[in-house]
C-alpha cells in the first residue's frame, strides 16, 4: 500500500529525493516551486517511509503524512444561494486543499427546508464522481436528523456531516463534525480554525479507510500509474488550462479534456501491453464534460 505525505524544503540537492523515489517505487503527485522554495506531494510504499525520513533530515526538509493526497472531495451545500454557500463552505473546502485533497463545490437545486428537501439523480451520481462527500449543512439538530439525511443516504461514497449542533452522529454518514453551521463571515478565530481541522483529519481517516478495503480486493493497476502514463502518452493532457489537469483519485484518475475528442486516445493507452480500456472504465464524466477513468478491481478478471 502506498503512503501519501507533503515534502517541505529547498529547491537544493531535491533531486536526490526524486531520485530515491525512483529507486523505491514512489511517486511524485503534485510538484509546486515558490522562489527557492519547494513543496512535493509523494505517493511512498508503506514500508519505505522511514527511509524516506532519513533522507528528508538530511536535506534539512520536514515532511509529514497527507492521506487527502489523491482525493477528490466534493463539498456539498444546500443550495447555491448566499444563505447557505459561501462561508462555510469555502473555509472546509480551502482547509482540505492545504490537506492535499482536491476539492469541488456543489450546490443542491433542493436541499433547503424540510418539505422540498432533494437530491435528485443526477446530483447524486455528480457527487458519486468523488471519493468523499461533505455536506456542510445548518444549525438546527432536529433538521439535522429527520429532514437532511434523505440528500445522502443512498449515496455508496463516503460522507462527512458539518453542523452546528453538537451531535455524535447521523444515520447514513460515517462521520460528524459539530460547531460549523451556517456563519456569515470568514474563519478568524482560534476555535473554529481547529473545527475545520478537524473536518480535514476526519476526512483524512475515512480516505485512508477506503484504500485499506480496496487492499482487500487491489486494483488491477495503481491509478498513481495510470496518471503518469496518461501525462505521457496523451500529453494535451498536461497542457490543459485547468488545476490538476489530470487529478489523482483513490480508484482512478480525472482526466480534464473532453470526452468526445479525446475517449479513444485515452482508451488506448497502453500499460504493460494492455489497453486502459481493458483495465478500466473510462466514461463520461457530468462535470463540463471531462473523462472519469475508474480502474476495475482484480476480482474481475479471475
Given amino acids: 500500500m502506498l503512503k501519501y505525505l507533503i515534502f517541505e524544503g529547498g529547491l537544493y540537492r531535491h533531486e536526490i529525493l526524486e531520485e530515491f523515489l525512483q529507486d523505491i517505487g514512489g511517486f511524485v503527485v503534485q510538484k509546486t516551486v515558490v522562489s527557492l522554495d519547494l513543496i512535493m506531494n509523494l505517493a511512498v510504499p508503506e ?36 444563505h447557505h454557500l459561501p462561508h462555510p463552505a469555502c473555509d472546509i473546502a480551502e482547509n482540505l486543499r492545504r490537506s492535499g485533497a482536491k476539492t469541488n463545490i456543489i450546490g443542491l437545486a433542493r436541499g433547503v427546508g424540510q418539505r422540498i428537501v432533494h437530491t435528485s439523480a443526477k446530483e447524486k451520481e455528480l457527487i458519486e464522481e468523488h471519493d468523499i462527500a461533505v455536506f456542510t449543512l445548518g444549525n438546527f439538530e432536529r433538521c439535522l436528523r429527520e429532514f437532511k439525511p434523505i440528500l ?25 463534525v459539530g460547531g460549523i453551521g451556517r456563519y456569515p463571515e470568514r474563519v478568524r478565530t482560534g476555535e473554529m480554525i481547529e473545527r475545520l481541522r478537524a473536518v480535514s483529519a476526519l476526512s483524512g481517516r475515512v480516505a485512508e479507510q477506503r ?3 480496496l487492499d482487500i480486493d487491489p486494483l488491477v493497476v495503481e491509478p498513481i500509474i495510470v496518471k503518469e502514463e496518461v501525462e505521457r502518452q496523451v500529453p ?22 473532453p470526452y468526445d475528442e479525446y475517449h479513444d486516445k485515452v482508451a488506448g493507452i497502453t500499460l504493460d ?4 480500456g481493458g483495465l478500466a472504465v473510462v ?5 463540463r464534460d471531462y473523462i ?3 480502474v476495475l478491481p482484480e476480482s474481475r478478471f479471475k
Avoid at 283 to 287: A, C, D, V, Y
Fill in 47 to 82: 514500508e519505505e517511509v522511514g527511509r524516506l525520513q532519513e533522507l528528508v533530515v538530511e536535506l534539512k526538509g520536514k515532511v509529514k503524512e497527507a492521506p487527502l493526497i489523491g482525493t477528490e472531495v466534493a463539498v456539498v451545500a444546500p443550495t447555491l444561494s448566499r
Fill in 152 to 176: 445522502f443516504r443512498e449515496l455508496s461514497i463516503p460522507v462527512i456531516i458539518t453542523g452546528g449542533p453538537p451531535l455524535d452522529s447521523l444515520p447514513g454518514a460515517q462521520g460528524y
Fill in 211 to 213: 484504500r485499506r478495503e
Fill in 236 to 257: 494535451e493532457s498536461v497542457e490543459a488550462l485547468s488545476p490538476n489537469p489530470v487529478t489523482l483519485k483513490v480508484d482512478g484518475v480525472r482526466i480534464k479534456l
Fill in 273 to 276: 501491453g494492455k489497453r486502459l
Fill in 283 to 287: 466514461k463520461r464524466s457530468l462535470m
Fill in 292 to 294: 472519469l477513468v475508474r
